[in-house]
């Protein structure tokens, strides 16, 4: 084989990596308050999954995975566009950034 | 069998009728309304002048035609759609297209300018239908339908002005009662059925016929319950409390239904099933104990109305009852014969009385008529021609009619005679009210001045000439002829007496009869006006009784109306439906009101909160893809409780 993994660090680093880069997304999504960190956060999430992604077409020679990642990746940027331009909206119309704030679906 | 007479177009011309007018009419100009209204009934006639043709060749009768497909078809059971022409649904059809026919011309002039007008129209025809149903329909069901369809039109166009309340409730009335008279009336159907097997006329009457040691019993039960029946739509006693009310109708309306057709549904039936009545003898009795009393109680409060409509409706009650007591004597071909020439002067009386009211602007209150005989003269001349029909003076039409039931009554076994006393009363009472009206609407002075009446538009003046030319010479052909005709539809009623001139003794006697009830009224209403009013408080107590109508209405409101609303109110409405229903959907309402007041901490919009219970959702998620699951739920819960490690 080839490839980049058989060349001396193993699996087990490349995933835990992805799982250490997940985690951190979700606890930055858990716990900021401001709303582009949250929103950094979620691509912090995104990427960590594209790494694993990776790692696996790698480690089982398929390409599928590689794909997946574009799929990923082109869906990150669509949502970087809107995601960002919502957020000034959001600014434009409450003057915050703050999610606690932003709490108009509350019952 | 010679060609296809084609009966089924008698019912389904009116129908198409009613469905385009119903659908189209209010869409489409007038003049399209009018001729597809008028069309309908005039197809109907036709085929039935056409169908005459049968009677004069050597064809089979009666004619029957059938629908190729089965009714009902449900194990022994079978059912046709069969039309059945003999002599007797021959006469009622010409009866029933023909006046309908001048009805529905006269309706064109009486109903112009109503915005209701193709409505109107389409009921009209609805009702054509439905009736000519009835009187074709060769078994009980059909007739039935037909039946209950004159029910639904007969409500439909006495609340046909629905806006005014006075109106909407007496169709309500009129579909009630109705309703109770139908009770009988089915149980009557279920017990032919269960005794019979069968429900065509035809069968049961061969039956019978080949049976002829079965009387009484099951079949005085089965007759009393098409007596019933036959009570609610011909309003007899102890029904007959719609009928006044349902003059709230359009006046053409109360000609056509509730005088010359639908109410005499009734008479028809029994003369339709005359032989399950001949075998049912006491059954007979209480019919004809029914029509007399109905026939001078109607007549009696027929006195005092002083709505020219509720006049003619009390008489048309009586009237009824003269063919319940002919009925009742067995004598249907008399009964027949007086349904017919009742029909030609009852339905010219109501139109020229929708005249009157149409020539004062809507005015019904005969004490504020008067005067009229110069101001509308046709009106009053086919007016008059109708009164001494229904008076009963030679040698108008009414005459020979119910000097035919008079004779029938006379001979018919112990007590003929006081049911031909009953009969002679009433005639006096109806020459009286009829004069009393004659008097009132059209002689002496003008009681409103400021109203100017004009004649009504030829439209409605010649169905009143073509009419009033029915009413003096339709009884000319005679009772005899007539029985003779119907005898193959409802049996000879051989009445021979041994007085001689017997007959023309009680025509004399009839005649003198209602020339004392017309010089009464002369008296009291042309000569000395003052004199009723006299009489009425020289009798305040009997007055008061007429005017009020025997309180039989405020009888059954307390009898039968108001326990039913105190019933509904207390216990329908208060226990049954705000108690258990309505506490049961409470019930369940504040389930999910209380559920929902819990759940919706979840939604509190903070949008880290959601995140923490998406990320939890994930991670039981995760955990649960983790476990190794059994088949077996308990061995699962002990790994999960051991922890997944154990399983290794």
Same mark, same amino acid.
């Given at each position: 084989?080839?490839?980049?993994?058989?060349?001396?660090?193993?699996?087990?680093?490349?995933?835990?990596?992805?799982?250490?880069?997940?985690?951190?997304?979700?606890?930055?999504?858990?716990?900021?308050?401001?709303?582009?960190?949250?929103?950094?956060? $979620?691509?912090?999430?995104?990427?960590?999954?594209?790494?694993?992604?990776?790692?696996?077409?790698?480690?089982?020679?398929?390409?599928?995975?590689?794909?997946?990642?574009?799929?990923?990746?082109?869906?990150?940027?669509?949502?970087?566009?809107?995601?960002?331009? $919502? $957020?000034?909206?959001?600014?434009?119309?409450?003057?915050?950034?703050?999610?606690?704030?932003?709490?108009?679906?509350?019952? | 069998?010679?060609?296809?007479?084609?009966? #089924?177009?008698?019912?389904?011309?009116?129908?198409?009728?009613? /469905? *385009?007018?119903? *659908?189209?009419?209010?869409? +489409?100009?007038?003049?399209?309304?009018?001729?597809?209204?008028?069309?309908?009934? *005039?197809?109907?006639?036709?085929?039935?002048?056409?169908?005459?043709?049968?009677?004069?060749?050597?064809?089979?009768?009666?004619?029957?035609?059938?629908?190729?497909?089965?009714?009902?078809?449900?194990?022994?059971?079978?059912?046709?759609?069969?039309?059945?022409?003999?002599?007797?649904?021959?006469?009622?059809?010409?009866? =029933?297209?023909?006046?309908?026919?001048?009805?529905?011309?006269?309706? /064109?002039?009486?109903?112009? %300018?109503?915005?209701?007008?193709?409505?109107?129209?389409?009921?009209?025809?609805?009702?054509?239908?439905?009736?000519?149903?009835?009187?074709?329909?060769?078994?009980?069901?059909?007739?039935?339908?037909?039946?209950?369809?004159?029910?639904?039109?007969?409500?439909?166009?006495?609340?046909?002005?629905?806006?005014?309340?006075?109106?909407?409730?007496?169709?309500?009335?009129?579909?009630?009662?109705?309703?109770?008279?139908?009770?009988?009336?089915?149980?009557?159907?279920?017990?032919?059925?269960?005794?019979?097997?069968?429900?065509?006329?035809?069968?049961?009457?061969?039956? !019978?016929?080949?049976?002829?040691?079965?009387?009484?019993?099951?079949?005085?039960? =089965?007759?009393?319950?098409?007596?019933?029946?036959?009570?609610?739509?011909?309003?007899?006693?102890?029904?007959?409390?719609?009928?006044?009310?349902?003059?709230?109708?359009?006046?053409?309306?109360?000609?056509?239904? @509730?005088?010359?057709?639908?109410?005499?549904?009734?008479?028809?039936?029994?003369?339709?099933? @005359?032989?399950?009545?001949?075998?049912?003898?006491?059954?007979?009795?209480?019919?004809?104990?029914? %029509?007399?009393?109905?026939?001078?109680?109607?007549?009696?409060?027929?006195?005092?109305?002083?709505?020219?409509?509720?006049?003619?409706?009390?008489?048309?009650?009586?009237?009824?009852?003269?063919?319940? +007591?002919?009925?009742?004597?067995?004598?249907?071909?008399?009964?027949?014969? @007086?349904? /017919?020439?009742?029909?030609?002067?009852?339905?010219?009386?109501?139109?020229?009385?929708?005249?009157?009211?149409?020539?004062?602007?809507?005015?019904?209150?005969?004490?504020?008529?008067?005067?009229?005989?110069?101001?509308?003269?046709?009106?009053?001349?086919?007016?008059?021609?109708?009164?001494?029909?229904?008076?009963?003076?030679?040698?108008?039409?009414?005459?020979?009619?119910?000097?035919?039931? *008079?004779?029938?009554?006379?001979?018919?076994?112990?007590?003929?005679?006081?049911?031909?006393?009953?009969?002679?009363?009433?005639? +006096?009472?109806?020459?009286?009210?009829?004069?009393?009206?004659?008097?009132?609407?059209?002689?002496?002075?003008?009681?409103?001045?400021?109203?100017?009446? @004009?004649?009504?538009?030829?439209?409605?003046?010649?169905?009143?000439?073509?009419?009033?030319?029915?009413?003096?010479?339709?009884?000319?052909?005679?009772?005899?002829?007539?029985?003779?005709?119907?005898?193959?539809?409802?049996?000879?009623?051989?009445?021979?007496?041994?007085?001689?001139?017997?007959?023309? =003794?009680?025509?004399?006697?009839?005649?003198?009869?209602?020339?004392?009830? #017309? !010089?009464?009224?002369?008296?009291?209403?042309?000569?000395?006006?003052?004199?009723?009013?006299?009489?009425?408080?020289?009798?305040?107590?009997?007055?008061?009784?007429?005017?009020?109508?025997?309180?039989?209405?405020?009888?059954?409101?307390?009898?039968?109306?108001?326990?039913?609303?105190?019933?509904?109110?207390?216990?329908?409405?208060?226990?049954?439906?705000?108690?258990?229903?309505?506490?049961?959907?409470?019930?369940?309402?504040?389930?999910?009101?209380?559920?929902?007041?819990?759940?919706?901490?979840?939604?509190?919009?903070?949008?880290?909160?959601?995140?923490? #219970?998406?990320?939890?959702?994930?991670?039981?998620?995760?955990?649960?893809?983790?476990?190794?699951?059994?088949?077996?739920?308990?061995?699962?819960?002990?790994?999960?409780?051991?922890?997944?490690?154990?399983?290794?």
């Amino acid at each position: 084989m080839s490839s980049a993994l058989s060349q001396g660090v193993p699996l087990s680093a490349y995933l835990l990596l992805s799982a250490v880069l997940f985690a951190l997304g979700v606890v930055g999504f858990l716990i900021k308050r401001n709303l582009i960190t949250v929103f950094l956060s $979620i691509e912090l999430m995104l990427n960590a999954v594209n790494l694993s992604f990776v790692t696996f077409a790698c480690q089982w020679h398929a390409v599928k995975g590689q794909i997946f990642v574009f799929f990923v990746m082109m869906v990150a940027a669509a949502e970087a566009a809107v995601g960002l331009a $919502i $957020i000034i909206a959001v600014y434009r119309a409450r003057a915050t950034l703050s999610v606690d704030r932003i709490d108009l679906m509350k019952l | 069998m010679n060609a296809s007479l084609h009966l #089924w177009l008698i019912p389904l011309a009116p129908f198409a009728g009613f /469905v *385009l007018n119903g *659908l189209l009419g209010s869409r +489409l100009p007038r003049w399209f309304t009018t001729s597809v209204g008028l069309l309908a009934p *005039l197809v109907s006639f036709v085929v039935v002048i056409n169908s005459i043709r049968a009677f004069t060749g050597a064809a089979q009768l009666p004619y029957v035609e059938t629908c190729p497909h089965p009714w009902i078809s449900v194990g022994s059971l079978h059912i046709d759609f069969s039309l059945v022409l003999d002599q007797l649904s021959l006469v009622m059809l010409l009866v =029933i297209t023909g006046v309908g026919f001048l009805i529905h011309i006269y309706s /064109v002039g009486y109903m112009r %300018g109503d915005p209701g007008y193709a409505r109107y129209f389409s009921f009209l025809n609805l009702f054509l239908f439905f009736m000519s149903t009835l009187v074709l329909a060769g078994n009980a069901l059909v007739l039935f339908v037909g039946w209950e369809g004159v029910g639904l039109a007969s409500y439909l166009l006495i609340g046909f002005w629905f806006q005014r309340d006075v109106a909407a409730n007496a169709g309500k009335k009129a579909f009630i009662v109705n309703r109770v008279g139908d009770f009988g009336f089915l149980i009557g159907i279920f017990l032919l059925l269960s005794n019979f097997g069968t429900l065509a006329f035809s069968e049961i009457s061969a039956k !019978l016929a080949g049976n002829p040691a079965w009387q009484g019993g099951a079949l005085t039960l =089965i007759c009393l319950c098409l007596l019933f029946g036959a009570a609610g739509k011909s309003a007899q006693l102890p029904l007959y409390v719609w009928l006044p009310d349902a003059m709230e109708g359009p006046t053409p309306v109360s000609a056509l239904i @509730h005088a010359a057709t639908m109410v005499t549904a009734g008479v028809y039936l029994v003369a339709r099933t @005359h032989f399950l009545f001949d075998h049912a003898p006491a059954a007979l009795a209480v019919i004809a104990v029914v %029509g007399a009393a109905t026939a001078i109680f109607a007549a009696a409060m027929g006195l005092v109305q002083n709505d020219i409509k509720r006049v003619l409706a009390y008489s048309t009650i009586s009237q009824l009852g003269y063919m319940f +007591l002919a009925c009742g004597v067995a004598a249907y071909s008399a009964a027949i014969f @007086h349904l /017919v020439t009742h029909a030609f002067f009852k339905a010219l009386l109501f139109l020229a009385a929708g005249s009157v009211i149409h020539a004062l602007g809507g005015e019904q209150d005969l004490r504020k008529m008067g005067g009229l005989r110069k101001k509308i003269p046709i009106t009053f001349w086919t007016m008059t021609a109708a009164v001494f029909a229904i008076a009963g003076f030679f040698p108008f039409s009414g005459f020979f009619s119910k000097d035919a039931i *008079l004779y029938a009554a006379f001979l018919s076994g112990r007590n003929g005679q006081i049911l031909w006393f009953v009969g002679l009363v009433t005639a +006096l009472l109806t020459s009286f009210y009829m004069f009393r009206l004659w008097y009132m609407a059209f002689f002496g002075e003008a009681r409103s001045p400021d109203v100017h009446p @004009h004649e009504s538009p030829w439209s409605m003046l010649a169905p009143l000439v073509i009419l009033a030319v029915l009413s003096i010479g339709g009884g000319w052909v005679g009772a005899e002829r007539f029985g003779a005709f119907l005898a193959p539809s409802v049996g000879e009623h051989a009445a021979l007496s041994t007085i001689p001139h017997l007959e023309l =003794i009680l025509s004399i006697v009839a005649v003198l009869v209602a020339l004392e009830g #017309w !010089l009464i009224a002369d008296k009291l209403y042309r000569r000395r006006p003052e004199r009723a009013a006299q009489w009425a408080a020289a009798l305040p107590w009997g007055y008061k009784i007429l005017l009020n109508k025997f309180y039989v209405d405020e009888f059954y409101s307390a009898v039968l109306v108001k326990p039913l609303l105190a019933v509904s109110k207390f216990f329908l409405d208060w226990v049954v439906d705000k108690g258990i229903l309505g506490g049961f959907a409470w019930l369940l309402a504040g389930i999910a009101t209380y559920a929902g007041m819990i759940l919706q901490r979840w939604q509190s919009g903070n949008l880290r909160s959601y995140a923490a #219970w998406l990320a939890a959702a994930a991670a039981v998620l995760l955990l649960f893809l983790l476990i190794p699951w059994h088949a077996d739920w308990a061995a699962s819960l002990h790994i999960i409780l051991k922890g997944a490690g154990a399983e290794r």
